[in-house]
């Protein structure tokens, strides 16, 4: 009894169908994928799109240069960044040497020596650069600003005759 395994190859009946569908190795046909006919939108390649890249690049370049030009007009329009420090050495050696100038002061509040209707607040300030403290007569153009010990502002200072100290204009730090 012979089995179908037993059957070799080349004895097997092939029908005409399956010949049709065989390659030909003498033919010289190359092997055509059932597929080949159908779009694949696996691999295709997608058009690359270069306007987004150069619009967000764009919108970055206008957002650091708005944060730029808001720090720079910021620094630019700082009245105190043309003055000097307060002098406290050649304060104390000689007040009449600066008797008219303008300075800038780191202030630090120390204490209040009080109010005077129609003069102003004296206030006594250490400044950041030394610690030697230093009146200063507060305006009543600025006696909406409270003091608290403690406290930092940073102001233009004008020494004036006599040798006091007068804020022309303070804000705090």
């Known amino acids: 009894m012979r089995s179908f395994l037993d059957v ?39 058009p690359k799109s270069r306007s987004a890249l150069w619009i967000s690049l764009g919108i970055v370049l206008c957002v650091v240069l708005a944060v730029g030009g808001f720090f720079l007009a910021r620094y630019l329009n700082d009245p105190l960044r043309t003055l000097e420090p307060f002098p406290v050495g050649k304060y104390m050696e000689s007040y009449k040497t600066l008797a008219g100038s303008k300075f800038r002061g780191n202030l630090r509040v120390e204490n209040d020596l009080g109010w005077k209707e129609g003069a102003g607040r004296l206030m006594v300030f250490s400044l950041r650069e030394d610690p030697h403290p230093i009146v200063v007569m507060i305006p009543l153009s600025l006696a909406q600003i409270y003091f608290t010990k403690g406290q930092t502002y940073e102001g233009e200072l004008e020494v004036k005759e006599g040798g006091l100290i007068y804020a022309n204009s303070i804000r705090k730090n």
Do not use: C, W, Y
């Open 8 to 46: 070799s190859p080349e004895s097997r009946p092939v029908s005409a169908a399956m010949q049709e569908n065989q390659p030909s190795e003498l033919a010289g046909n190359p092997i055509i994928s059932p597929f080949s006919d159908t779009e694949s939108h696996v691999f295709q390649k997608r």
